[in-house]
């Protein structure tokens, strides 16, 4: 992934997944998959909405929260930070202009000179100064530097007063280049290779909090879908033990019941409407839950009902661990974070090592003089280049113990092997990770398929018991016992569905194709 900017803009260009997942018959237990979709308009015709609805897929979550979730705002920012630290780095290589001026005056008066006094003298001295100095990328460090000065000087003595300009100029160049220590890299840059690897390194991160955030927000939908669908299987609970009281009343007023089984329908009935209580509060935490990740302003959510629009779906899937295992390694953003640590430990090492050397410097100055009684003359004179100027040398500096450079040295060395045991231990991690993943899919999907089987067994289990109790072979109490298992039952089944797909989604996450699998696509603005 090349990352040329410094905003990172998630756009998502359609989704594969929930909302797209064709509906698999409630019946069919050895398909390709499941679908709990059975109670999705059971009750729509009881149920009065309030006006304030609001339909959203995953796919129009996951936009919602790319461009209003907060964290993500926040996290946003970080690449650029970094981008303007390492542009400020490259601030080492900036020239430096040095421009002055100045005018001296200076009164010597009569000077006493043995038995008699001498004329006195004054000097009127003006200058100016300009350079311009900075340090190369190889580390040389260069200046150019022009100077002139003219002096106006008045001797006074018994023959009179004498006025005598002189005026001198001078251009010139040094350099000094390093051979040994700050050779081949100096602070200025250290600063810039640690800076990129930093800018990378919080471009990943952004790219880890997109992938946890969307991650986050899938699984808090999916249990949105759970919730939803939990308050109807509350409200089909409700409403066959609403009609067993009403039954059960009509067969005690016939003499044909006994009050005590009313009594157990009436508890039921009670017990049921709780239910549904508890549910409902489940379902408006949840709905806050997925608020909070998409939007930046609640307040505007606060009393908007999200409906997801999907249902929970179980496709099976085929899993190649080794192929999950190299995705994973080359695309975990926490996992190559771990390698720009290590790399950025490696710039340093490499930096401590330079400073172990002594200093080693060529030197040399070449330039133009020029001279003449008013400023025009010693520039022309220096312009016409005859007095030239040169020198050029070397310079030793050797440091007797260096006890700090050799330590910084060894110490950093010693952290460089701890940052790559640290990557061996995020890889372990990543591939006990996917293993185990894989393993819990395979449960999950078992579990889809067999809480599947298991309500629709309850189903027919509570329909042989209805008849039975119409036929008066059963009791009331024993049809409240199979619709619990039925209640139970279907609970199980959407229990199961919403931890396979949550489970799926870690997965994606784990094997770093959160992305990729969503056909979420991110572009450098």
């Known amino acids: 992934m090349k990352w040329l900017g410094v905003f990172l803009l998630a756009v998502a260009s359609g989704f594969s997944g929930l909302a797209q997942t064709a509906t698999i018959s409630g019946t069919d237990t050895n398909g390709a998959g499941v679908v709990y979709s059975e109670m999705t308009n059971s009750l729509a015709a009881d149920t009065n909405a309030p006006a304030n609805i609001r339909m959203l897929s995953?796919?129009?979550?996951?936009?919602?929260?790319?461009?209003?979730?907060?964290?993500?705002?926040?996290?946003?920012?970080?690449p650029a930070i970094s981008l303007y630290t390492l542009k400020a780095a490259y601030g080492g290589y900036d020239p430096t202009l040095f421009l002055s001026g100045s005018h001296?005056?200076?009164?010597?008066?009569?000077?006493?000179?043995g038995n008699g006094l001498l004329g006195g003298s004054t000097e009127d001295v003006t200058s100016f100064d300009t350079r311009v100095s900075g340090t190369s990328p190889i580390g040389t460090t260069y200046s150019i530097e022009g100077q002139v000065a003219g002096t106006d000087q008045f001797l006074t003595s018994t023959n009179g007063t004498s006025f005598n300009p002189n005026t001198s100029g001078q251009v010139r160049g040094s350099i000094s280049q390093p051979l040994l220590k700050n050779f081949w890299i100096d602070q200025t840059r250290l600063n810039i290779r640690v800076d990129k690897n930093r800018l990378k390194y919080t471009q990943l991160g952004l790219k880890l909090n997109i992938m946890t955030t969307v991650t986050t927000l899938e699984q808090a939908y999916y249990d949105l879908i759970y919730n939803r669908e939990n308050v109807k299987v509350q409200e089909m609970a409700a409403q066959q033990t609403d009609r067993l009281v009403l039954e059960s009343k009509k067969k005690l007023e016939v003499?044909?019941?006994?009050?005590?089984?009313?009594?157990?329908?009436?508890?039921?009935?009670?017990?049921?409407?709780a239910a549904i209580i508890q549910a409902e509060s489940q379902l408006g935490t949840q709905e806050r839950k997925v608020k909070g990740l998409?939007?930046?302003n609640f307040p505007q959510w606060a009393d908007v009902e999200l409906q997801p629009s999907g249902n929970l779906t179980a496709e099976r899937v085929a899993f190649n661990r080794q192929e999950s295992w190299r995705k994973a390694l080359a695309d975990r953003p926490e996992y190559l974070q771990a390698k720009l640590d290590a790399e950025k430990q490696g710039i340093q090492l490499k930096y401590d090592w330079n400073q172990i050397f002594p200093e080693l410097d060529v030197v040399g100055t070449a330039?133009?003089?020029?001279?003449?009684?008013?400023?025009?003359?010693?520039l022309f004179d220096v312009e016409q280049r005859n007095r030239p100027f040169y020198s050029f040398?070397?310079?030793?500096?050797?440091?007797?113990?260096?006890?700090?450079?050799?330590?910084?040295?060894?110490?950093?060395?010693?952290?460089?092997?701890?940052f790559l045991l640290t990557i061996k231990e995020k890889e372990r991690d990543i591939l006990i990770a996917i293993d185990n993943d894989i393993g819990t899919l395979q449960a999950d999907y078992d579990n889809v398929q067999a809480t599947h089987a298991q309500r629709l067994y309850e189903e027919q289990a509570l329909d042989a018991e209805q008849k039975k109790l119409n036929n008066g072979k059963s009791t009331t109490y024993n049809v409240i016992l199979v619709q619990r298992d039925l209640t139970t039952a279907r609970g199980a089944e959407i229990q199961a569905l919403d931890t396979y797909n949550k489970d799926l989604a870690q997965f994606s996450l784990d094997e770093g194709s959160t992305l990729e699998r969503l056909n979420i696509d991110l572009t450098v603005k």
């Open 58 to 78: 995953l796919q129009d979550c996951i936009e919602l929260a790319l461009k209003h979730n907060l964290e993500l705002q926040v996290d946003r920012y970080n």
């Open 104 to 113: 001296e005056h200076n009164n010597l008066g009569e000077q006493l000179f």
């Open 255 to 273: 003499g044909a019941l006994a009050e005590l089984d009313l009594a157990s329908a009436q508890a039921q009935a009670a017990q049921n409407r």
């Open 294 to 296: 998409i939007t930046d």
């Open 367 to 378: 330039g133009y003089n020029g001279s003449g009684t008013f400023f025009s003359e010693a």
């Open 393 to 418: 040398g070397g310079q030793l500096t050797v440091p007797l113990a260096n006890i700090n450079a050799r330590n910084t040295y060894k110490s950093d060395k010693v952290s460089l092997q701890q």
